[in-house]
């Protein structure tokens, strides 16, 4: 069983939890038509889809701690660890200016994932947003890491925005970021 909490300072190096492999599948392309925001997906065939990997961050708890929230998704380890729990799953969460708090960061255990981990962390988050008195939450993902984008669509997120601008003159050059937002 999951169980999602905040990430106190004693389990702090949770926050540190590493990115792992995802196949990338394809990518989405949004389009903004008569005030009104449409997608399509494209999808990779065989061997183009391959896997892709973020490089793990090197988070702070103490720095960051101000004004972000970490919500950790712990499992019961069965592995001989004497059912001590381990994180498997990681949302932040940070304070912004605006009526939406930033899911600054969101992954999940290749492991756990399609068992409703991220999910359930979203659910938390959604909570955390309406104490707050946030409108909800808002985040950004490559166009090309489909499986994100399709997984904010299915939590209830929309397209609010694109940023084509982003990655230029970077080793990422020719991504966009799709903002989305949810309600709370």
Known sequence: MIKIRQVDPAHKADILLPNEPFPPLGKMIPSYVDETWRYRFTYLEGAEVGEMCFPDEDYCYEAMQGHSVFLGAYASAYDGANGAEHCVGLAILQDD????????????????????????????????????GYRGLYTRAQDNNLPACRFYLKAGFHIGGLDTNVYQGTKQEGKADILFYRDC
């Open 97 to 132: 200016l605006f009526r939406y708090m930033y899911l600054y960061d969101l992954k999940v255990v290749k492991k756990y994932r399609r068992q409703g981990v991220a999910s359930a962390l979203m659910e938390q988050a959604a909570g955390i947003c309406r104490e707050r």
